[in-house]
C-alpha cells in the first residue's frame, strides 16, 4: 500500500509554509505527524500533488501561557501535551485526554494542531477544544486569522480553513476556581477511535451551585458537538441536585447526525454517549466539589 | 508406546527448552519472503475487481504500459492458457473442484477479483500502473446472503456448475429420529449463526519466483506451510518437472491453514515466471490479505437435542450451511460434512442426523482456518447451555452427566468415528477446579444483587489431529552425523510459528542421546529436505517425532555396532548419552560421538564386516488410518456492563489433554495463540460486507484484532493421555481456536441469563449485546 | 521535489540516499538499508510491526516519509542487541518467556517494549497491557509477551 507520489517540501518558517501554501492552493497538504494523513496516502484514499511538512518549524511547537489562556503550538506532539506540566494545571481537559489517543508511538508524532485539523468527530482533540471554546490560530500569507472553535469545525474531516491557511497553533481558555474535568469515552479497544465519548468540564460557586458546564461531544455527530441544551440545564443548579443518568440523557436527546456503522447503530451510540456523559458528569462534578 | 527409541534418554523432551528459532528472530535476522532481494528483481501488483460481480467488457492496459518503471501487464489472455493442470495434493485430479482461471476471464466473481498482474521495478510503480489500467466493468447482480443463494432469482456465482449449491453431505436424515424427538422430556433447539472470519496471520501472503531460462529451473521463496505443496502444483500447473523446481521457505509469518494451498494470486506468480526475464516478487499488503486471501467460519446450522427427564442425551440434530465465497479453496463439501459428523462431541449421543450444504456467493473463497470445523463445538457447546438452563440444570453438571468416561472408551459415536484415548470428563473437572466453580457461582449470585453481570461459560471437545490418510500420513527424516560429530536433522517443515525446528531438534537429541548444542536442524527447502506435506492438521509433533525415531533408530544401532565392534563388548550393551557411546556399567569405556564418526567415515575398513560405513539415514514414517483424537475443555469467567454491552474477560482457563508435551512452552503458546483467535472470533473479528457484497473491512481499523489490553491471563491445566502414536504425542496446534469461541459465548450469555436473552449470533459485539438487551421480550 | 537526497543515521552508521519523497522510513530502512528486521504488518499505523527508535522516540515507521526525519538518529531491532552480539535485556526476556513463535511482529514489540521501559522501568500489569495495546500479534496470545515485560522490567529494576 504505496502512496502516490508528491512534491515534498519542507519549509523552516511559517512565512514560508504559508508561501507554499499559496502557490499551491488545493493541490497542497499540510503534513504535520502524519498519523492520520499518511494512513489516508497509502491508501491512497487521498491524492495531493504537494505535501508541506511543517515539522521543521520551530515556532510552531511550544506551550505557554499567554493572556489567561494557553496556547499550544499546533507542531507539539501529542506526547509533549501530555507530559506537560503546564497542561496538566492549566487545562486538565487536555492532559486528560491524552492518553486516550491511540498508542504512545502515535503519539510521538501525532501533534495538537494536526489532530485538530484532520478535524474526525471521534477524536479526543477536537472535542475538548470546541468544549473550551478555544480559538484556533490561523495564517496565511494574507496574515493570521483567529477562528472560534463553534465556527471550526464544519464536517466530517473538514474545517473552515481555507486552502491557503495553516494552522499555527490554539489557544486554550484556562479555567479557574471550583473546577473538575474528566474526558470518558467508550471504545472497543484500548486506543481506538470513540464510538461515543464526552469530555467535561464543570466550575461550581462556593455554594456548589454549576456557574458553568461544558461538555463536548465525541463520535456523536459529523463534527465534534456541545451538549448546550444539557449545559443550560446544568447552570444554576446545585450540584447534587443533579443526577448523572439524566445529565447524558439530555446531552445525547437531540442529536441528530449521529453516525453508525458495524459497531453500532445511531441510537446505540446516543445510549453509549449518554452513558460516558454520565460517568464524566460523576467524575467532574466530584473533583470540584472536593476543590 | 513412550520411549523414542532403545535406550531413549529424555532429557529434553518434556522440558521447556529454548527455542532455536529465537536467536534469528530476536535480532531481525529472520529471513521472510519480503526480505528476499534477488538481483534485477521486480515487483508484481495485482489489478483487482471493485465489484462483487461484473462482467468483463475489455482491458486497456496500454497506459499502464507507458509508465515508465513498467514490464509487463498481464491479463487473463496471456497467462491462463498456459495451465497445464491445476489441483490440489490432497484432493487428487479427479475430484471435484471449483474451476479457477488464475486471472479473471469475462466475469469477476467477488470484490477483489484479481483481473491483471502488474509487473514493475518497484511496488510503488507497479500500484502507480495497476491505477492506470482500464477495466470496463458492467456490474451484474450479486449473491451475497449464502442463505438466500439457493432461490430461483439469485444469480449463479459459476454458471457452469448449474446451482450455487456446491454440494451437499449427510448422515441418518432427521425423519429416521423423529420419533425420538416426539417422546423425549425435552427437546431444545436453536439457530446458531458465525460471523465471517479470517485467519489474519500477521504477515500476508507473497512469494519470488526466480526462473532460469538457462538451466530450466524455477527457484520459489515463499511463504507456506507446504514447501513440497507448493512445488508439486507449480510443476502440474506449469507442465515442468518437478526436479527442476525448488522451494525455500526461511521463515513465515503465520499461517493458521491460509498458507497451506495454492492460489489464484500465487499462480499467476507462477504463470509470469517464465515470460519476465527477472525474478518477480509478489508481497500481500494488509488490504489485499483481509479482501482477498480467503474467509473462514461464514456458517449456521439449525441445531436440535433431545433429553431424557434427567438430562442425558437422546439424540442430536445438525443442518448445517457454510458460505464458501465464489473461490473456496480447497473444494469445501468435505470439510463441511465434518462439521455434521463431529458434531456429537465427546459426549454420549446414542443416535445422531446430520445435513450439511456448502454454498457458493460472490464473496471472497473459503480457505482453512485452524481447525477448520470448530462450528460444531461452536453450536454443540453453546446449545449445551441453552438447554441447561431451559432444563435448569447447572451447565457443568449437565456435561458431567454426558461427557464420556474413561471407561467407555474406546467409543464409536453416532456417525461412526471411533474416539479412545481421551480425557473429556477429565479435563472438564480440572478446569472447574482450577476454576474453583462453586465459588464462582457464591460471586456471581452476590453480583448479580449489586447489578453486576458475572458469568461462567465452559465448552469441552475433541479433535482429529494428526491426519492418517493420503500425503498427510508420512513423514520423512534424514540424519546426518557430520564427520565431526555434530548433528543435522533435515525435515520437511512448513513451521510458520509452530516451533517445529525447536521440537525437531529437541527429539532428535533425544533420540540419539547427543547434547542439544549438537544437534541443528535444516527445514523449509525442498532441495534439502525429504518431501512431507507441512505444517497442517496438527501433524508436526506426532509425524516428525515418528520419521525421527526411525531414522535415529537406524544410526543408533550403526552406532552401537562400531561401539561394541571396538570394545569388544555386546551391541545391546552400548548406550548413547551426552553425545557419548558407553559399554553399560563401565562408563569409562567410551567413545565420543566424534570418534564415533571419524572411524565410521575414515576409518571404514576398520567397521563390523558389512556394516555400512558413514553416519547418514533417511527413513519414513507412516502413521495409522483415521486420526490422533485430542480434547481439551475452555473454562472463562466475564463481566458484562449492561449500560455499553461491554464484555470485559475476567478468568480463561484451559485444561488440555495432548498426550505427553515435547516442549511445554510451545503447548501452551499453541493454545494460548488459538484461544485467542477464538476469543477475537467471539467478540471482535468480522469480516464484513454490506448487502451488495461491498467489503466494509479491509484494514485493521476496521477489522479488530484483539491486543494486549483485551486479553486476560491464560491458565493452563494439563491432563495427560497418551496417544497410540509415536512418544504418546498429539497435536495440538489448533484446539485453542475451537474451544474458545463456545466458552466465551457461554461466559457472555451466562451473564446475560437473568435479563432473559438468548445468544445465538456472532460476534458477540457490544452493540449486538445491546441490541439483544433491547430485544428481550418483557 | 519528487525525489530528495536523504542521510539519516541508522543503529551509529550513516546512511544515504537518493529516493522518492513518497518513500516510507519503513521501505528506506529495509530496502535502501537493506535492514530487513524491521517488518510491514499493515502499511497504515495499526500492527505496529514496524516500528524503530527515531531520536530515541518509538514511531511506526510506515508512518513516515524517509524524508521528514532527515538528519535524526534511527534505531532499528537490529541495534538492540550489543556489538558483541549480547542480547538485550528485553531480547533475553522474550526468548526466556516465549514471547515469539512466528517473530514476525517481534521486532516491533522489542523496539516498543525497549523505548516503553526506559520511560516506566516500574509499570503496573494495567500500565504494561496498555503499552502493548499498539502492538498486535496473532501467534502467541499475548501471553509470553506481557511475562517478558514483566521480567525485562523486574531485571532492569535489579540491576539498578
Redo the contacts between chains.
Keep these: 500500500?504505496?502512496?502516490?507520489?508528491?512534491?515534498?517540501?519542507?519549509p523552516s518558517t511559517i512565512n514560508e509554509a504559508a508561501l507554499i501554501l499559496a502557490e499551491r492552493g488545493e493541490n497542497a497538504k499540510v503534513?504535520a505527524g502524519?498519523?492520520s494523513l499518511?494512513?489516508m496516502?497509502?491508501?491512497?484514499l487521498a491524492v495531493f500533488e504537494d505535501?508541506v511538512?511543517i515539522?521543521r518549524i520551530g515556532e510552531l511547537k511550544g506551550i505557554e501561557r499567554r493572556n489567561g489562556s494557553l496556547w499550544v503550538g499546533a507542531g507539539t506532539t501529542e506526547?509533549a501535551v501530555g507530559a506537560s506540566a503546564e497542561v496538566a494545571s492549566a487545562v486538565p481537559l487536555l492532559a486528560r485526554a491524552t492518553p486516550l489517543i491511540?498508542?504512545?508511538?502515535?503519539r510521538?508524532?501525532g501533534t495538537l494542531g494536526g489532530s485538530i485539523a484532520h478535524a474526525d468527530p471521534a477524536a479526543e482533540y477536537p472535542a475538548v477544544a470546541l468544549a473550551l471554546d478555544a480559538t484556533m490560530e490561523a495564517v496565511s500569507s494574507r496574515g493570521p486569522r483567529s477562528i472560534a472553535a463553534r465556527d471550526f469545525f464544519d464536517g466530517v474531516w473538514s474545517t473552515s480553513l481555507m486552502p491557503d491557511e495553516l494552522l499555527a497553533g490554539v489557544s486554550f481558555p484556562v479555567w479557574a476556581g471550583r473546577c473538575g474535568f474528566a474526558v470518558e469515552e467508550?471504545t472497543?479497544?484500548?486506543?481506538?477511535?470513540a464510538?461515543a465519548g464526552a469530555a467535561l468540564g464543570v466550575e461550581l460557586d462556593g455554594d456548589d451551585r454549576i456557574l458553568r458546564c461544558a461538555i463536548g461531544l465525541i463520535g456523536l455527530g459529523s463534527t465534534p458537538e456541545r451538549a448546550v441544551r444539557a449545559e443550560a440545564a446544568l447552570v444554576g443548579q446545585l450540584v447534587n441536585d443533579m443526577d448523572p443518568e439524566e445529565v447524558g440523557r439530555l446531552a445525547v436527546a437531540n442529536l441528530e447526525s449521529v453516525p453508525y456503522?458495524?459497531?453500532?447503530?445511531s441510537e446505540?451510540r446516543k445510549?453509549?454517549g449518554g452513558?460516558m456523559v454520565a460517568r464524566a458528569w460523576v467524575a467532574a462534578s466530584t473533583e470540584a466539589r472536593r476543590a | 508406546m513412550t520411549d523414542l527409541a532403545k535406550g531413549g534418554a529424555t532429557r529434553y523432551t518434556g522440558a521447556r527448552v529454548s527455542r532455536v528459532e529465537d536467536a534469528r528472530l530476536l535480532t531481525g535476522r529472520g529471513v521472510f519472503v519480503d526480505d528476499i532481494s534477488l538481483p534485477g528483481m521486480l515487483h508484481a501488483c495485482f489489478v483487482r475487481s471493485p465489484f462483487p460481480r461484473a462482467a468483463i467488457r475489455g482491458i486497456d492496459t496500454s497506459a499502464a504500459l507507458a509508465l515508465p518503471g513498467v514490464h509487463a501487464v498481464f491479463t487473463a489472455a496471456d497467462i491462463n492458457r498456459d495451465v497445464k493442470e491445476q489441483w490440489h495434493s490432497s484432493l487428487g485430479p479427479e475430484g471435484p473442484e471449483t474451476p479457477r482461471p488464475p486471472l479473471a476471464e469475462d466475469e469477476v466473481r467477488f470484490a477483489g477479483d484479481p483481473v491483471a498482474l502488474v509487473v514493475a521495478e518497484s511496488r510503488y510503480i507497479a500500484e502507480d500502473a495497476a491505477d492506470l489500467v482500464d477495466v470496463d466493468y458492467e456490474p451484474l447482480p450479486a449473491v451475497v446472503d449464502y442463505m438466500s443463494a439457493e432461490q430461483d432469482t439469485a444469480p449463479l456465482v459459476h454458471a457452469g456448475h448449474g446451482s450455487n449449491l456446491i454440494g451437499a453431505m449427510g448422515g441418518l436424515p432427521a425423519s429416521a429420529l423423529e420419533d425420538v424427538f416426539a417422546s423425549a422430556a425435552h427437546v431444545v433447539g436453536e439457530t446458531i449463526e458465525q460471523q465471517a472470519y479470517a485467519a489474519v496471520p500477521m504477515e500476508g501472503r507473497g512469494l519470488v519466483v526466480d526462473y532460469s531460462a538457462t538451466t530450466g529451473e524455477l527457484t520459489i521463496y515463499a511463504g507456506t506451510q507446504s514447501p513440497h505443496e507448493v512445488r508439486m502444483f507449480c510443476s502440474r500447473l506449469l507442465g515442468m518437472p518437478e526436479h527442476l523446481i525448488r522451494v525455500v521457505m526461511r521463515d513465515t509469518g503465520g499461517g493458521f491453514g491460509q498458507k497451506i494451498m495454492v492460489q489464484r494470486d500465487e499462480m499467476c506468480l507462477m504463470l509470469v515466471a517464465r515470460k519476465v526475464a527477472a525474478p518477480v516478487k509478489w508481497i500481500e499488503d494488509r488490504r489485499e490479505n483481509l479482501l482477498a486471501a480467503g474467509q473462514s467460519r461464514h456458517e449456521q446450522a439449525a441445531v436440535k437435542m433431545a433429553f431424557d427427564a434427567d438430562g442425558l442425551i437422546q439424540a442430536v440434530q445438525i443442518d448445517f450451511v457454510s458460505d464458501c465465497g465464489a473461490y473456496p479453496t480447497p473444494w469445501p463439501v468435505g470439510t463441511a460434512s465434518v462439521v455434521g459428523a463431529m458434531f456429537p462431541g465427546p459426549y454420549r449421543v446414542p443416535r445422531a442426523s446430520f445435513t450439511t450444504k456448502a454454498i457458493y456467493t460472490n464473496t471472497v473463497g473459503r480457505t482453512p482456518y485452524r481447525g477448520p470445523w470448530q462450528f460444531e463445538s461452536v453450536a454443540r457447546e453453546v446449545l449445551l447451555d441453552i438447554a441447561a438452563r431451559r432444563m435448569e440444570i447447572d451447565p457443568a453438571e449437565l456435561r458431567r452427566r454426558n461427557l464420556l468416561r474413561h471407561d467407555e472408551l474406546p467409543y464409536t459415536n453416532a456417525n461412526g468415528m471411533v474416539f479412545d484415548n481421551i480425557s473429556p470428563l477429565e479435563t472438564l473437572e480440572q478446569a472447574l477446579d482450577m476454576l474453583d466453580y462453586e465459588g464462582f457461582r457464591r460471586d456471581q449470585a452476590l453480583a448479580r444483587q449489586a447489578g453486576r453481570y458475572l458469568g461462567v461459560g465452559m465448552s469441552t471437545y475433541v479433535e482429529p489431529s494428526t491426519p492418517g490418510f493420503g500425503y498427510y500420513a508420512t513423514e520423512a527424516a534424514t540424519i546426518r552425523i557430520e564427520p565431526s560429530g555434530k548433528v543435522n536433522v533435515y525435515i520437511a517443515g512448513g513451521s510458520t510459528g509452530n516451533s517445529i525446528e525447536t521440537t525437531v531438534v529437541q527429539l532428535t537429541a533425544d533420540a540419539l542421546g547427543v547434547d542439544i548444542e549438537d544437534v541443528h536442524t535444516v527445514q523449509g527447502d525442498t532441495a534439502l529436505t525429504g518431501f512431507g506435506a507441512g505444517a497442517a492438521g496438527s501433524r508436526s509433533g506426532s509425524m516428525t517425532a515418528g520419521a525421527i525415531r526411525e531414522t535415529a533408530t537406524i544410526l543408533r544401532e550403526r552406532i552401537a555396532a562400531i561401539v561394541a565392534h571396538k570394545f569388544e563388548a555386546a551391541v545391546e550393551d552400548i548406550e548413547m548419552a551426552g553425545s557419548r557411546a558407553s559399554v553399560r556399567g563401565t562408563p569409562s569405556i567410551s567413545m565420543t560421538l566424534q570418534e564415533v564418526a571419524r572411524v565410521a567415515y575414515f576409518e571404514p575398513h576398520s567397521l563390523p564386516p558389512g556394516l555400512q560405513a558413514g553416519l547418514e539415514a533417511s527413513a519414513r514414517y507412516t502413521t495409522k488410518p483415521g486420526s490422533i483424537w485430542v480434547n481439551a475443555s475452555h473454562l472463562c469467567t466475564c463481566e458484562v456492563d449492561v449500560t455499553t454491552g461491554r464484555v470485559e474477560l475476567l478468568r480463561y482457563i484451559v485444561s488440555e489433554d495432548c498426550g505427553p508435551m515435547i516442549n511445554p512452552n510451545v503447548v501452551e503458546g499453541q493454545i494460548a495463540g488459538g484461544a485467542v483467535q477464538g476469543i477475537g472470533g467471539a467478540l471482535y473479528e468480522h469480516l464484513a460486507w454490506d448487502e451488495d457484497g461491498n467489503p466494509l473491512t479491509t484494514t485493521f481499523m476496521d477489522y479488530l484484532l484483539p491486543t494486549a489490553a483485551d486479553i486476560p491471563l491464560i491458565e493452563y491445566g494439563h491432563v495427560e493421555t497418551p496417544s497410540p502414536g509415536p512418544g504418546g504425542y498429539k497435536g495440538v496446534g489448533e484446539g485453542g481456536a475451537i474451544g474458545a469461541p463456545p466458552a466465551v459465548i457461554n461466559a457472555v450469555a451466562d451473564a446475560l441469563a437473568p435479563l432473559g436473552v438468548t445468544v445465538t449470533r456472532l460476534p458477540v459485539s457490544p452493540f449486538g449485546i445491546m441490541s439483544l438487551l433491547g430485544e428481550k421480550p418483557r | 521535489m519528487r525525489d530528495a537526497a536523504v542521510e539519516l543515521t541508522v543503529n551509529g552508521v550513516v546512511r544515504k540516499g537518493t529516493i522518492e519523497s513518497r518513500m516510507t522510513l519503513a521501505d528506506f530502512l529495509r530496502e535502501v538499508c537493506r535492514l530487513t528486521g524491521t517488518h510491514l504488518g499493515c502499511e497504515h499505523g495499526v500492527c505496529g510491526a514496524c516500528t524503530v527508535l527515531v531520536d530515541g522516540e518509538a514511531v511506526r515507521s510506515c508512518l513516515v516519509f524517509a524524508v521528514q526525519v532527515e538528519g535524526a538518529e534511527v534505531t532499528t531491532i537490529e541495534g538492540i542487541a550489543s556489538p558483541d552480539g549480547s542480547l538485550s535485556t528485553v531480547q533475553e526476556a522474550f526468548r526466556d518467556c516465549h514471547g515469539l513463535q512466528c517473530g514476525f511482529c517481534t521486532p516491533g514489540f522489542i523496539v516498543s517494549v525497549t523505548a516503553f521501559l526506559r520511560d516506566h522501568p516500574d509499570p503496573t500489569d494495567v500500565e504494561i497491557r496498555e503499552a502493548l495495546s499498539g502492538n498486535l500479534c496473532r501467534c502467541t496470545g499475548y501471553q509470553g509477551i506481557v511475562k517478558a515485560v514483566r521480567q525485562a522490567a523486574a531485571v532492569g529494576l535489579a540491576d539498578d
Design positions: 500500500m504505496k502512496p502516490t507520489q508528491f512534491d515534498y517540501h519542507a503534513l502524519g498519523q499518511i494512513p496516502l497509502a491508501l491512497r505535501l511538512d515539522g506526547t491511540g498508542h504512545f508511538q502515535i510521538n508524532r467508550f472497543r479497544r484500548h486506543g481506538d477511535f464510538i456503522d458495524l459497531h453500532g447503530s446505540y445510549q453509549v452513558v
